[in-house]
Structures are given as C-alpha cells and as structure tokens.
C-alpha cells in the first residue's frame, strides 16, 4: 500500500491560483488517482480523477478551472487550481486505487481556503 503525502495547500484571494502535489512512496503507474475535498459537516466529495490510463473527469463545479494531471516518473498527482473561489475551500486529500485488487490509500489532507 503507497503513502500518499499532499502538498502546496494555503491561503489564497479569490480568483488566485494554487497547485496541489500529491507524491507516493511507490509507483503509481498501476493506480487510479483522485483528489477529493471536505468542509466541516459534509461528506468527501471527488473533485477531479485521473486514471491510470491518464483519462480525466471533474467535478461541474470545477471544471474549466482546474487541472488534474499525473508524473509517474515522480510518483506525483498535481491538482492546478484557477480562479478560485470561496466556495473551493476546503481541506483536499488525494486518494490512490489500485487497479488490480483494489487496495485503496488516502493523503493526510491540506487546507485550501480561499478568502480576501
């Protein structure tokens, strides 16, 4: 099972940018990859998913904002985030599933919060 360590989170305007690094222990190149996010008193909800394949699908609400991509040469997930917005705060973990077998792993989180 990988470890999944996230990164680049912080405190940014409305409209601004941040990119979020997701970097595992092992190789990623057979698991499917996605970004989630959580405010207090809601349920995780999936922001953005990269195959292992690299085939992408967004949230509605984010899409033509962000960006998921992958370097399986680094073990590395990024999620690009523009334009955001307040409603976009939240603590975003990264989550990695095998893709034969199942086995499933999570980030520790880091906190986005979108605020002028």
């Known amino acids: 099972q990988v470890q999944l360590v996230e990164s680049g989170g912080g405190l940014v305007q409305p409209g601004g940018s941040l990119r979020l690094s997701c970097t595992a222990s092992?190789?990623?190149?057979?698991?499917?990859m996605g970004w989630f996010r959580q405010t207090p008193g809601k349920q995780r909800e999936l922001v953005a998913f990269i195959n292992s394949g690299s085939s992408t699908n967004y949230y509605d609400a984010v899409k033509g904002r962000f960006t998921i991509s992958r370097d399986n040469a680094k073990s590395t997930v990024y999620l690009q985030m523009n334009n955001l917005k307040p409603e976009d705060t939240a603590v975003y973990y990264c989550?990695?599933?095998?893709?034969?077998?199942?086995?499933?792993?999570w980030g520790q989180g880091t906190q986005v919060t979108v605020s002028s």
């Open positions: 092992a190789s990623i190149n057979f698991y499917d």
């Open positions: 989550n990695g599933r095998n893709i034969y077998g199942g086995i499933e792993s």
